[in-house]
């Protein structure tokens, strides 16, 4: 009874969330406290079970729900524990954000569905970690794939959002299809949806590869691993921004949790081949580098966040592609860095790209606009959402010490051992993708740059960012909660890992505490002191030292002077004449315009003369290719076979049975 209500108190209280945004839909202040207070209770709730699962060993429980004779299994370990924490954090962020974000949005129409659907959303991902069978995995996964849906298209009055909804949830269930298939292959080894008893599956080495590379595009469409990312951009863009949060947050993580569940516990890599741990670098290697150059174009800034959630994806896939290749080779410390490297990254993309996705959604109702071509000088009207958005940014670029540094610098220290693959295939593609991870924290930390300068900094490009405001103090205060946590797993990452450990325990029965904490809880030393070390604490005394040393030096007691800037000898300064997303991003898209393939447009009035301009219009559009090559063949083709097949539908009522027929035919044909 103690582990069944261990487990279910965050799913209790989000459904509770779900149950209660109904009954309180006239008046809508009490509905909207009724739906976040829950739903931060869940959250809270949701991370206390997870500490418990990577705290103690694993416990189950049991639900009379269901079919018959197929209850739902329920299963808390280390890995579901780690990932319920990742939920937990970024729920109770949401939830608190959510007070002030759905005031504004109550004045205009139902908060009903949304909150509905919202606190159903976070059931499903809460179950899809807890579920211990086939059954129960792919009725939340289901459910959350459904849920979210609604959240994308909750402004359905948009077309945009109606095509992006409808692209996404064609991607989700073909993904779900896809992991139903490699769970079919689980199932006939054993005769059991039990994970229990998939565990102890004997796969043939095709049929292990099978259920390998179902799992994988299964998951990695959900994942928005490139080239199945195409729905991603689309989707997350146009959902409320605390949905946003949530969904390239958390959700996009549940499918890194069901990879690891299914491959790695279930299918279990001991009967995996050498070329599976390729594969995944190869794919991880691919979407850090197309999502942060496809992010770099952008000027819808969602539009951006989604693209970097394809980056940041890749570099959780390339620790575990590191894992998958050392673990084969029996290097079990390195494969066990791998895991915490991945599993590191997991968490702080959670907490930065929610809080990035809430900034977001703040400027949006500050400055009532996304397109960073008409913002500029937001950080003197929202000088708050500012400095946790910076805080935001920073953390997303990998610099010390915050948080994103310390995931970043592990896997690069995983993948600085590949010399030990002597002789393989492997040892080269390493370095490889070392150099492409390298690339993409360059362009990750020139994106964002460009973010917070044409966001924040400059003056205002139009007169809506001219009016901006600050948001309120609940929507700071969810802001915050992610801030304050991406500074300290930036700057005490010794005892966070100590926590992640447990996973690589339970998944390759190998720890890396020992070696992590070699230097004591102030130095961070993933192999050994003499190769690597390092000190976040340090690292920030010496940043501060200098920080406060250049103001002083600077300032001496000498206020500060303000003066026109210099305009080239032109006499009106306008703020036509800064940096603009486009214009910012124009070296790159040059440089690697091979890739992006730009289609540029201009267009130059004349007063008459030549040398007399009267306007220039300048437009440029850049093609992401996997729609150019995968996508839009795959389209042309189903239109070509519905075409093919058209005239089974002009059949008369006698033609229709008589297919009914043959099919009955061929299906007994096929029992017999």
Known sequence: MNNALLLLSGPALALSASAATPLFARDRRVQIWALCSLLALSGVATAVSGMAGLLSPPK?????????RMPMHLRLDALAGFFQVVIGFSVVSAAVYSVGYLRPMAKDRSLTPLGVFLSLFVLGMQGVTLANDAYTFMVFWELMSVTSYFLVVFE???????????????????????????FAVLYAAERSFEFDVMRAAELSPLWASMAFLLAGFGFGMKAGVVPLHAWLPEAHP?????????????????????????VWDLVGLEQGAWWWGGVVLAAGSSSSVSGILLALQQHDLKRLLAYSSVENIGIIVIGLGLAMIFSHFE????????????????LNHSLFKGLLFMGAGAVLHGAHNRDMEQMGGLIRRMPYTAALFLV??????ALPPFNGFVSEWLTFQAALMAPKLTGTILSALIPFSAAMLALAGALAATCFVKVFGVVFQGTPRSRSAAESHEVDRWMLSGMAIPALLCVLLGVFPVWVIRLIDAVPIALIQTSLGGLIAEGGWLWLTPIAPERASYSPLIVMAVSLSAGF???????????????????????NLNPRMQYTATSFS????????NIYRPLEKSLRVDHGHILQVKQVRYSVHVQDLAWNYLYAPVR???????QAVDWLHARRIHGHLALIFATLLILMSLLV
């Not at 935001?392 to 670029?397: A, F, L, M, R, Y």
């Not at 070296?587 to 690697?592: C, G, S, T, V, Y």
Request: proline share 6%.
């Open 60 to 68: 189950t429980a049991v639900l009379p729900l269901g079919l018959p």
């Open 156 to 182: 359905h009055e948009n077309e945009a959002n109606r095509k992006a909804g409808f692209l996404y949830l064609l991607m989700a269930h073909l993904g779900g299809l896809l992991i139903l298939g490699g």
């Open 549 to 571: 040393a250049a103001f002083f030096m600077y300032r001496r007691g000498r206020p500060v002077r303000r003066a026109p800037i210099w305009s080239c000898g032109h006499p």
């Open 586 to 593: 124009q070296p790159l898209r040059h440089i690697f315009s």
């Open 392 to 397: 935001g940014c920073v953390s997303i670029s």
């Open 238 to 262: 146009v959902a409320p921004s605390n949905a946003s949060a949530l969904m390239s947050g958390v959700m996009i993580k549940v499918a890194i949790f069901g990879f690891l569940r299914v």
């Open 331 to 346: 290097y079990q410390d390195l494969a066990a860095l791998g895991i915490v490297a991945s599993l590191y990254h997991t």
């Open 636 to 642: 042309q083709f189903t239109a070509w076979a519905t």
